[in-house]
């Protein structure tokens, strides 16, 4: 996957947490959908980034950025933890 590929993704999941939102707001998603939904979309993106900033440091320091893989959803998500 290169940058262009995850950013496309990145867009994606970012439209499809307003397209849940809106879902939400007009009525046709109940909320414990839209709470699970949302959840698997924040934890897509939260991978994205970190694949994105992986392989711009792989870069910034003369590495192969294609050498960047993606992290488990536990690894990304216990950053702050």
């Known amino acids: 996957m290169n940058d262009d590929n995850i ?3 990145i867009t ?6 307003h397209e849940l939102r809106g879902r939400r707001a007009d ?3 109940d909320e414990r959908t839209e709470h699970h939904e949302l959840r698997a ?3 897509e993106l ?3 980034w970190d694949l994105l900033r ?3 440091a792989r870069r910034d320091f003369g590495e192969d950025p294609d050498e960047a893989v993606p ?8 950053y702050l933890q």
């Open 7 to 9: 950013l496309d993704r």
């Open 12 to 17: 994606a999941l970012v439209d499809r947490e």
């Open 27 to 29: 009525g046709s998603l």
């Open 41 to 43: 979309a924040e934890v």
């Open 46 to 48: 939260d991978q994205c």
């Open 54 to 56: 992986q392989r711009r």
């Open 71 to 78: 992290r488990s959803a536990s690894a990304v998500e216990s």
